[in-house]
């Protein structure tokens, strides 16, 4: 919905951790070792926390690059073979970036960073053609109707910005412009909006239905400025690929001065409580609330998460796994290798093996239940997750609580055990305050 | 000692304070306190939304224009009382999203308008079951608003008191009366569980908490433009068709003046903490007297220089009320809060 930015008032502190050993965690038989022995450490921990967000954007920034080859093979000869790999590689890059997204809450270099990659949900009239009858976009927004690729110069808000050459800079420049959070023009919800166009079968079967003929060249050219559209998908896809370079690079090993260094350098606890507010911020509110319960209660497929290409189903998906990926230390990667180190679940099970044990089975009930959604939204004649939050769609609505359900249970135990672990999120830290 | 620990142990001395026989008239507890407060907010929402329903009634039985201004008077006053107890987020608001078949906000999409025109577009009358069982988005007092002040409508050939409109806004009004009616009803059933709960008084708390922060970060910071690079947008405040966005945020703030603060003024006192209590309730006095320079509407404050300081000086007496609760009275009850379901971006 409306809110971009994590208020400030959830900023969240710690209350003294008590620190023991400082071991660097080390490699893998060493960390195993110190699993077995509950001697983990909160060091091993967060190292092990910053190995899988480099592996995970790392694989991130490898999808994407293929969805970058795979959009300029569409632009250099647009057929139907061409946009289907467009859009296969498009549903590639979102399952490792998903499974990021974990990272958001509580590091404010990814926080800062995302609304440029993630952002959602979008006035898409911003960047090309819309349905005029039925385009809903957010009031007083001066930037939802004036289509950047039909134009040299767009006015937003009083202000007359030149758009005639579409690089990757003027697009992140765009982004948000005009001081409106709608105002989405770059990041993967953009590429999605132009390779499947708007779904305009609301509640019903199907999703967005772009002819391939909007890439073409010369007379065959549907709805204008064919040339223009290339130009921004290339644009657009570029700089999707240079902001997961950087994000790479912030969580590369032993680089001085990027995050990872920063990270590692901080006080134990500090970087054990980002960890556990990422999870429980994905979880909840985002996941369970902005994500899926807004769409629900009010019908609104304006609100679903990916609304062009109806994949909602899999972000969701993988949303939950990147949460499950953190507690339990362990992150499959796109080549089908793992990373797996000292994780949360064995800090908690030190000294509640019964919340270690009942929370890991909640995170793996979320995880099965966005499956059978998943698993609805893929079958043949299946149930995509805009089917499911139409009006007097009961089956739809309970699968959907379901998931609603188990994300708020696992957030109840994320609670317990950041509480367990010495984190709160408000600090109550009323010693020597005087008023 | 973590702060969840003290407020626990800070409960069992309430509790050994409160045995029955002990407490006189006067001493009722924090709990006892908000229990009635809150109760008195409820039943203040069903009786003025049973008045909305009625006038609704009546005015598409039989338009005048003194009908009209009757019906607009018991909209503000029923979305008045609904504003006063907006910030209690916990008990019977929460089943069936309660608080979104209210007020569906904010509505980043006119969602409202375009559910309620899909209904002013069908040729047979709209009936209860039908609004019952659609969007949230429709079912409360942003929609009657729509029907009441947009311009929309009228365009659609709809304008009040014509047939589908008023077949659309009886049922909306009837729809508000039930939820409200059965909210103030769910509440006296509560209220042994609420009174005898320990972990309600962190909870409420965090309610008022939460109320404070919706008010001075998306009700206010929002519109004006203050969040992230945003621009000022009048249409991101709630009741903006009504130009009323002001006046909900007044009776929000003196919802919690009247039935949170004489609980938390309570609860302060019996953790030596007086003088906190008299900064609390001065910071409610001092944010409740800005709107006396204020005028009903929030977005013509956003075109001018002296509307928008006007507008800075009540957000500064939100910021300040809300640090009080949020760095002073928290901490000093030992309160922490844990995850929302606001944590979202």
């Known amino acids: 919905m409306v809110a971009r930015h994590p208020l400030k008032s959830l900023t969240v502190a710690i209350a003294v951790t008590s620190l023991t050993a400082c071991s660097s965690g080390g490699d893998s038989a060493q960390a195993n070792a110190e699993r077995a022995t509950g001697t983990v450490t909160e060091n091993a921990v967060i190292k092990n926390y910053a190995d899988i967000a480099y592996a995970n954007y790392q694989d991130a920034l490898t999808t994407a690059k293929a969805l970058n080859d795979a959009t300029d093979a569409l632009i250099e000869n647009p057929d139907s073979e061409t946009l289907k790999a467009a859009k296969e590689a498009w549903l590639a890059s979102r399952v490792p970036y998903q499974q990021s997204e974990v990272f958001r809450f509580g590091n404010a270099v990814v926080d800062d960073w995302e609304g440029q990659l993630n952002a959602w949900p979008l006035d898409e009239g911003l960047i090309d053609y819309v349905e005029a009858d039925d385009y809903q976009h957010e009031l007083g927004n001066g930037g939802a109707t004036v289509n950047i690729i039909a134009s040299t110069e767009i006015n937003v808000g009083g202000e007359a910005l030149d758009v005639s050459t579409l690089t990757p800079e003027l697009l992140a420049n765009l982004n948000e412009v005009g001081g409106s959070e709608a105002n989405v023009a770059t990041g993967y919800h953009a590429?999605?909006?132009?390779?499947?166009?708007?779904?305009?079968?609301?509640?019903?079967?199907?999703?967005?239905?772009?002819?391939?003929?909007?890439?073409?060249?010369?007379?065959?050219?549907?709805?204008?400025?064919?040339?223009?559209?290339?130009?921004?998908?290339?644009?657009?896809?570029?700089?999707?690929v240079s902001d997961l370079e950087w994000m790479v690079a912030q969580w590369a090993p032993?680089?001085?001065?990027?995050?990872?260094?920063?990270?590692?350098?901080?006080?134990?606890?500090?970087?054990?409580?980002?960890?556990?507010?990422?999870?429980?911020?994905l979880s909840l509110g985002e996941l369970a609330g902005e994500r899926m319960k807004v769409a629900l209660e009010a019908n609104s497929f304006e609100d679903e998460h990916d609304?062009?290409?109806?994949?909602?189903?899999?972000?969701?998906?993988?949303?939950?796994?990147?949460?499950?990926?953190?507690?339990?230390?362990?992150?499959?990667?796109?080549?089908?290798?793992?990373?797996?180190?000292?994780?949360?679940?064995?800090?908690?099970?030190?000294?509640?093996?019964?919340?270690?044990?009942?929370?890991?089975?909640?995170?793996?009930?979320?995880?099965?239940?966005?499956?059978d959604m998943k698993k609805s939204a893929e079958a043949a004649d299946g149930m995509t997750f805009d089917m499911m939050i139409a009006p007097g769609n009961d089956k739809g609505a309970e699968l959907i609580n379901t998931a609603i359900a188990a994300l708020v249970k696992q957030t109840g135990s994320i609670e317990k055990a950041s509480a367990e672990l010495g984190v709160e999120s408000l600090a109550p830290d009323d010693a020597g305050h005087t008023f | 000692m973590t702060g969840l620990k003290q407020a626990a142990i800070r409960g069992l001395a309430c509790a050994v304070l409160i045995l029955p026989g002990i407490v006189s008239a006067q001493d009722e507890s924090p709990r006892q306190q908000w229990q009635k407060g809150i109760a008195a907010a409820y039943s203040d929402l069903a009786s003025t939304s049973q008045s909305l329903a009625n006038t609704t009634r009546r005015y598409c039985q039989a338009p005048s224009d003194a009908g009209r201004t009757t019906l607009v008077d018991s909209w503000r006053k029923a979305y008045t009382a609904w504003q006063a107890v907006r910030y209690v987020d916990f008990g019977p608001i929460e089943q069936n999203s309660r608080a979104w078949q209210l007020q569906f906000w904010p509505d980043s999409k006119n969602l409202i308008a375009r559910k309620a025109n899909y209904w002013l577009g069908q040729d047979a009358p709209v009936t209860a079951d039908q609004v019952n069982s659609d969007s949230v988005a429709l079912q409360g007092f942003p929609a009657m608003e729509y029907l009441l002040f947009d311009q929309q409508p009228a365009k659609r050939g709809h304008a009040l008191p014509e047939a589908q409109a008023c077949s659309l806004a009886v049922a909306i009004a009837e729809h508000i009366q039930?939820?409200?009616?059965?909210?103030?009803?769910?509440?006296?059933?509560?209220?042994?569980?609420?009174?005898?709960?320990?972990?309600?008084?962190?909870?409420?708390?965090?309610?008022?908490?939460?109320?404070?922060?919706?008010?001075?970060?998306?009700?206010?910071?929002?519109?004006?433009?203050?969040?992230?690079?945003?621009?000022?947008?009048?249409?991101?405040?709630?009741?903006?068709?009504?130009?009323?966005?002001?006046?909900?945020?007044?009776?929000?703030?003196?919802?919690?003046?009247?039935?949170?603060?004489?609980?938390?003024?309570?609860?302060?006192?019996?953790?030596?903490?007086a003088k906190l209590a008299t900064k609390l309730s001065r910071q409610f006095e001092r944010t409740l007297k800005e709107f006396d320079a204020l005028p009903h509407a929030l977005a013509p404050l956003l075109e001018t220089d002296d509307g928008y300081r006007k507008l800075q000086g009540l957000f500064i007496e939100v910021s300040q009320l809300d640090q009080i609760i949020n760095n002073n009275v928290a901490p000093a009850l030992g309160i922490t809060r844990g995850f929302n379901s606001s944590d979202g971006d």
């Open chain 1, 307 to 371: 609304c062009f290409s109806d994949n909602t189903h899999n972000s969701h998906l993988y949303d939950a796994v990147g949460v499950r990926n953190i507690y339990n230390g362990q992150y499959s990667r796109v080549d089908g290798s793992t990373v797996s180190g000292p994780s949360l679940s064995d800090l908690v099970a030190k000294t509640q093996p019964e919340l270690d044990k009942s929370l890991k089975s909640e995170l793996d009930a979320s995880v099965n239940a966005l499956e």
């Open chain 1, 191 to 240: 590429i999605e909006f132009l390779l499947w166009g708007q779904d305009l079968n609301g509640f019903k079967a199907g999703n967005g239905e772009r002819p391939v003929t909007d890439y073409a060249q010369g007379e065959a050219c549907t709805h204008g400025n064919c040339d223009r559209r290339a130009a921004y998908l290339d644009a657009v896809t570029d700089l999707l």
């Open chain 2, 178 to 273: 039930t939820t409200s009616q059965s909210l103030s009803d769910d509440w006296a059933a509560f209220t042994p569980h609420y009174v005898e709960g320990e972990q309600y008084t962190a909870t409420t708390v965090k309610a008022a908490l939460n109320g404070v922060e919706i008010i001075q970060d998306k009700r206010l910071a929002a519109p004006m433009g203050l969040r992230g690079n945003g621009s000022r947008n009048g249409y991101l405040a709630d009741a903006w068709r009504s130009g009323e966005s002001l006046t909900t945020i007044k009776a929000s703030i003196k919802g919690l003046q009247t039935s949170f603060l004489p609980g938390a003024v309570t609860l302060l006192k019996q953790n030596d903490q």
């Open chain 1, 254 to 281: 032993d680089q001085d001065g990027n995050y990872r260094s920063e990270l590692l350098a901080m006080e134990s606890g500090e970087v054990i409580q980002k960890m556990l507010f990422g999870m429980g911020s």
